[in-house]
């Protein structure tokens, strides 16, 4: 009997050990898979009149990743193998306004959808006088970038800087830290502009009236987004963010989230225009209340 008892407690031992080792395989096999799963944004691209007409051969980038994609002749346009976190999602077709968008991708395998409407641009003469140094008449979105160069009023970062940066030695907020006025905050590969002006007297979106202090672990100061302050992001005085000419970081609302300069890469970029508080042209003088300044990122 106990010759048997011994022969059967071996078999579970050996049967207990095939279940954890296939156990262990599983669950390998399972992380393996959430690792190199990724999402998916998908959409519609539209004219913003009230035809909705769809716009074909529009461009979907994301620019640091290098994912591109062009709208279909329904205006349908799919990013995929996008990795999880937050990506800036820009949207370009000939003769309409840009837009962008900060996208989340939270889970494995999840689609999120983008639908965009873009607005026709106005048709402009270009001015005769404002070249390239080729010779060629600029982009139409590079004219005023180049007239108010020509100005000098405000900080200007060109190709021929942008050049000197590309290939990974130095990224875009490295070249805008050296405006003058500018004290950039840095955190876990990102970069956000600010003024060197000590921050406006904030309170936190998450306190009591009056505190402006965080009294809990959901709580942070200066009412920043929650995932940029655990990103390293503290209260300061961020100036606003223009990209192609629409406005991607709103000072007066920072709990909607910074934008990392450094997501739109040296080489995706024309020029940089970088403004005090009293510098700001009056097109971009959108928020009076803002004693931080502006900076202006032109895409190629």
């Known amino acids: 009997m106990n010759h048997s008892a011994d022969i059967d407690h071996d078999l579970a031992r050996r049967a207990w050990r095939v279940l954890v080792a296939l156990t262990a395989l599983t669950l390998a096999s399972t992380i393996a ?20 007409s769809p716009i074909q051969g529009a461009e979907a980038s994301i620019m640091r990743l290098g994912r591109t994609a062009l709208s279909d002749s329904s205006g349908r346009f799919r990013l995929k193998d996008v990795p999880r976190g937050r990506h800036l999602v820009m949207l370009r077709a000939g ?24 607005t026709r641009t106005a048709g402009t003469i270009l001015p005769v006088r404002v070249v390239e140094a080729s010779g060629e008449p600029p982009p139409a979105k590079l004219v005023e970038f180049l007239e108010r160069q020509k100005l000098g009023i405000g900080h200007f970062i060109d190709r021929a800087q942008l050049e000197k940066a590309e290939g990974g030695r130095r990224q875009t907020g490295d070249l805008i830290a050296l405006a003058p006025g ?44 929650r995932a940029d302050f655990v990103a390293g992001a503290r209260n300061a005085c961020y100036m606003d963010v223009f990209l192609d000419g629409a406005m991607v970081f709103d000072s007066k609302h920072v709990e909607n989230g910074l934008f990392d300069v450094n997501s739109v890469p040296p080489e995706h970029i024309a020029g940089i225009e970088v403004y005090s508080p009293v510098q700001v042209p009056i097109k971009y003088a959108r928020n009076m209340e803002n004693p931080c300044g502006v900076v202006l990122i032109w895409t190629r």
């Open 33 to 52: 898979r959430s690792a190199s799963a990724q999402g998916e944004i998908s959409g519609r691209v539209m004219v913003s009149d009230s035809s909705r």
């Open 95 to 118: 003769g309409f306004r840009p837009e962008s968008s900060m996208v989340t991708i939270d889970f494995v395998d999840e689609v999120v959808s983008w639908d965009v409407v873009l």
């Open 182 to 225: 500018v004290a950039v905050k840095r955190g876990s590969n990102k970069i956000w502009v600010a003024s060197s002006r000590a921050p406006r007297p904030t309170q936190c979106a998450f306190c009591p009236q009056g505190t402006g202090l965080s009294t809990s672990a959901a709580a942070t100061p200066g009412g920043l987004n």
